[in-house]
């Protein structure tokens, strides 16, 4: 059995806006920088393999709460969000005939314009997610995270969630011959000052 501890990003200036970020290399802005290099991994976690998304987000977000550089994975790279990178949910919503839907309406098929789908998403993964040998922590984003999450809770992204992304926190899954389940509750990063 092989655990995989998910954790998002830190905040960019496009997080605060709303603004969806896909691929687009959004860093993070000071305030995230500062609050994230107060916290750490808390063991075991501390001394896990560790991987990250190459987007500088996630890349930087790994150094900060490990002091270590992160494995790069392109897979862990955010979903492509195509024609709407940029634009905010909240006006594509408004706007009639844009195709944008709430996450409870999406469904395995859900496709940005020129971009790609929740179960491309899915599929790009899984080599990356087979080939883990040892425990991990992947640092990534919120797309790669619901998929993983809905994986591991079956949840077909129709309908409220059975889970809620926070920052500093560990989502942790197990990967079995089952597939994906969840391995209790999110774990919380620590103080540094509070560090073993």
Same mark, same amino acid.
């Given at each position: 059995? =092989? ?22 290399? =959004?860093?993070?802005? /000071? ?5 994230? !290099? ?13 991987? !990250? !998304? ?10 900060? =709460?490990? *002091?270590?550089? /992160?494995? /790069? ?6 979903? *492509? ?16 005939? !844009? ?14 314009? *020129?971009?790609?789908?929740? #179960? ?9 997610? *087979? ?12 797309? =790669? ?12 992204? #129709?309908?409220?969630? /059975? ?34």
């Amino acid at each position: 059995m =092989i655990r995989i501890a998910l954790i998002r990003h830190g905040h960019t200036e496009w997080n605060r806006a709303g603004r969806i970020q896909g691929r687009s290399d =959004i860093p993070l802005d /000071p305030e995230a920088r500062s609050d994230l !290099s107060q916290l750490c991994l808390p063991p075991p976690w501390n001394r896990a393999r560790l991987w !990250s !998304s190459p987007l500088a987000r996630a890349s930087e977000t790994a150094r900060l =709460i490990s *002091n270590r550089d /992160p494995d /790069p994975a392109t897979e862990l790279t955010e979903m *492509n969000w195509g024609d709407w990178e940029g634009k905010r949910g909240v006006d594509l919503l408004a706007q009639p005939g !844009s195709g944008y839907k709430h996450i409870e309406e999406w469904g395995w098929g859900f496709c940005p314009p *020129n971009g790609e789908s929740v #179960a491309d998403v899915r599929d790009r993964l899984m080599p990356w997610l *087979n080939a883990l040998d040892e425990d991990a922590v992947a640092v990534c984003h919120i797309g =790669i995270m619901r998929v993983l999450l809905a994986m591991a809770h079956g949840w077909d992204f #129709a309908g409220t969630a /059975p889970f809620k992304i926070k920052r500093n926190r560990l989502f942790v899954l197990r990967r079995t011959s089952d597939g994906l389940l969840p391995d209790g509750e999110p774990v919380r990063l620590i103080r540094r000052d509070n560090a073993e």
